[in-house]
Nanobody
């Protein structure tokens, strides 16, 4: 099993910043990709961004158009942790943010419990 523990959500004013963290653990944990989804009230869950590791050290980031240039995903290999730095936040970024892990390269098999991000205008 894989456990994902998210932290860093909260309330922030529009234009502000927040950083989310997601620590992964588990006896069978293997890391191919880690990333974030979000779900706003009354809307479907949507992809935010992800990183994919290569040769264990370098990684490649991928972002949704709506957050590109404002959000940055990074990873800490030693801690099996992924971060989502969110800048220039907008009210439409208000959502529950979920950390996800893909261990095989084919699907997001594990999801965190979600952390609430609220941006006030």
């Amino acid at each position: 099993q894989v456990q994902l523990v998210e932290s860093g959500g909260g309330l922030v004013q529009a234009g502000g910043s927040l950083r989310l963290s997601c620590a992964a653990s588990g006896r069978t944990f293997r890391r191919y990709r880690m990333g974030w989804f979000r779900q706003a009230p009354g809307k479907e869950r949507e992809f935010v961004g992800s990183i994919r590791w290569s040769d264990g050290f370098t990684y490649y980031a991928n972002y949704a158009t709506s957050v590109k240039g404002r959000f940055t995903i990074s990873g800490d290999n030693a801690k099996n942790t992924v971060y989502l730095q969110m800048n220039s936040l907008k009210s439409e970024d208000t959502a529950v943010y979920y950390c996800v892990v893909d261990q095989t390269g084919s699907s997001w098999g594990y999801w965190g419990q979600g952390t609430q991000v609220t941006v006030s205008s």
